[in-house]
T-cell receptor
Framework: GAVVSQHPSWVICKSGTSVKIECRSL??????MFWYRQFPKQSLMLMAT?????????EQGVEKDKFLINHASLTLSTLTVTSAHPEDSSFYIC??????????FGPGTRLTVT | AQSVTQLDSHVSVSEGTPVLLRCNYS??????LFWYVQHPNKGLQLLLK??????LVKGINGFEAEFKKSETSFHLTKPSAHMSDAAEYFC????????????FGPGTRLSVLP
């Protein structure tokens, strides 16, 4: 149980375009979803927290107009990287929580911006 | 506020020898503590967690960790390393009963030599 999926697992896009990443909780309802970013050989950094039906809360330094997060249902959250640039290339990982103090992590999405 | 220190950025052991990965935490609240493993280009896998029950926690793949409040430590151990244990390991703290945010340590890369 407690499976979280991400799609796509790997995406390449051209500079200036936008890309959407989906995060789904497959067998539970996620009241809260989290988006992390991980640079090579570094730890995970929390980007934002989203609760179903409300606006996401962004961590300091994360541009909310660049990283659009939508948590429209209890099983789906999306992260859209708008006007992507090479410096946005990274590994993006989502997690989901049903509110019991645990987070279940997705497999990650590797974004490469050329 | 919570923080995590992983004292070693890289640990190298021989196959069949014990593994010790060190983690110290700081938390303003009673903590929940987790260890995750990440293999290259993969998502996170939960090894074990402490959430206020027994201080010696047994996890998957022969790993265990002991919560020591007096030392603010949660070191990860395994009696005998296997080649498949080579990966990145993250210690994580969250404030039990005060939100769900996870704070990640910087990670320890474990190498296992044949």
């Amino acid at each position: 149980g407690a499976v979280v999926s991400q799609h796509p697992s790997w995406v390449i896009c051209k500079s200036g375009t936008s890309v959407k990443i989906e995060c789904r909780s497959l067998d539970f309802q996620a009241t809260t979803m989290f988006w992390y970013r991980q640079f090579p050989k570094q730890s995970l950094m929390l980007m934002a927290t989203s609760n179903e039906g409300s606006k996401a809360t962004y961590e300091q330094g994360v541009e909310k107009d660049k990283f659009l997060i939508n948590h429209a249902s209890l099983t789906l959250s999306t992260l859209t990287v708008t006007s992507a640039h090479p410096e946005d290339s990274s590994f993006y990982i989502c997690s989901a929580s049903s509110g019991a103090g645990e987070q279940y992590f997705g497999p990650g999405t590797r974004l490469t911006v050329t | 506020a919570q923080s995590v220190t992983q004292l070693d950025s890289h640990v190298s052991v021989s196959e069949g020898t014990p593994v010790l990965l060190r983690c110290n935490y700081s938390s303003s609240y009673s903590p929940s503590l987790f260890w995750y493993v990440q293999h290259p280009n993969k998502g996170l896998q939960l090894l074990l967690k402490y959430t206020s029950a027994a201080t010696l926690v047994k996890g998957i793949n022969g790993f265990e960790a002991e919560f020591k409040k007096s030392e603010t430590s949660f070191h990860l151990t395994k009696p005998s390393a296997h080649m498949s244990d080579a990966a990145e390991y993250f210690c994580v703290v969250s404030a039990r009963n005060y939100g769900q945010n996870f704070v990640f340590g910087p990670g320890t890369r474990l190498s296992v030599l044949p």
